[in-house]
């Protein structure tokens, strides 16, 4: 009795498809032929291998070299010098003709056709291509927009907060300083809420054409040139016509 080999399946079903192809060494070619020739298969070995053996039954036909068709050397190099030669200046702009394809129901020719001169390929999807872009381009446009607007809100707000903070701190510094915050007459002309900031502009709290006291992207704002006066130029205007002007810039 043939004593089996005390080797694991798992390494020997790996060996098959190399014992098939006689790509194996000796030494792994004695081993599955041991644990083949056992009269207990190791794990169905045999079985996979009889398996093997029939995938392995097509690729026979390969073994043999068999002779390119007649020529085909000569027209292939010909094919790609004719379709690496530039075009003549005069047409340039114009499509170079391409080999005809295969119609349906019929079989290719083992060898390379003749190029066919008679026959251009048609820019028929070059409107489709066209059509696709226009229609991504859209689709970016309807997604990306309201992001856009919501970024330039969100910039807005922020510039806006950032001004209403400096005022606040402007206006906190003066009741501190005064003890209290700036405040118009009880009556007269000066009698104006926008008061504040001419004040604040006088102790140079803030600066008088930074635009601290304008929202942003307002129509003043954009118009550019905004600049607060001082409250001695506010008083030196009273009772001129340019008093109502300043007061339009006060705040």
């Known amino acids: 009795m043939v004593k089996e080999p005390d080797l694991r399946h798992e390494d020997l079903r790996h060996d098959l498809i190399g014992y098939l192809l006689g790509v194996l060494d000796d030494r792994e070619t004695r081993?599955?032929?041991?644990?083949?020739?056992?009269?207990?298969?190791?794990?169905?070995?045999?079985?996979?291998?009889?398996?093997?053996r029939g995938a392995f039954e097509p690729l026979e036909h390969d073994r043999e070299p068999f002779d390119p068709p007649r020529g085909l050397t000569e027209r292939t190099l010909a094919f790609v010098a004719a379709a690496s030669v530039a075009p003549p200046p005069d047409e340039a702009g114009r499509r170079s003709p391409r080999?005809?394809?295969?119609?349906?129901?019929?079989?290719?020719?083992?060898?390379?056709?003749?190029?066919?001169?008679?026959w251009t390929a048609a820019g028929s999807r070059s409107w489709l291509d066209r059509l696709i872009i226009g229609a991504s381009a859209l689709a970016a446009c309807v997604l990306v927009a309201p992001?856009?607007?919501?970024?330039?809100?969100?910039?807005?707000?922020?510039?806006?907060?950032?001004?209403?903070?400096?005022?606040?701190?402007?206006?906190?510094?003066?009741?501190?300083?005064?003890?209290?915050?700036?405040?118009?007459?009880?009556?007269g002309p000066l009698s104006r809420a926008g008061l504040y900031a001419p004040t604040l502009v006088s102790e140079e709290r803030i600066v008088a054409d930074d635009g601290t006291v304008l929202c942003p992207d307002s129509t003043l704002s954009r118009r550019g040139g905004f600049r607060v006066p001082s409250l001695d130029e506010v008083k030196a205007a009273v009772g001129t016509p340019r008093f109502e002007e300043l007061v339009q810039t006060m705040g």
Request: aromatic share 4%.
């Open 147 to 187: 992001l856009l607007l919501d970024a330039i809100e969100e910039s807005r707000a922020r510039r806006a907060e950032r001004r209403l903070q400096q005022l606040s701190a402007s206006l906190q510094g003066y009741a501190e300083s005064h003890r209290f915050y700036p405040t118009p007459p009880d009556s």
């Open 99 to 118: 080999p005809r394809p295969v119609g349906a129901g019929t079989l290719p020719s083992p060898g390379l056709s003749p190029a066919d001169g008679d």
């Open 31 to 52: 081993e599955v032929d041991t644990a083949l020739a056992s009269v207990n298969p190791v794990h169905g070995l045999r079985r996979d291998l009889d398996v093997l």
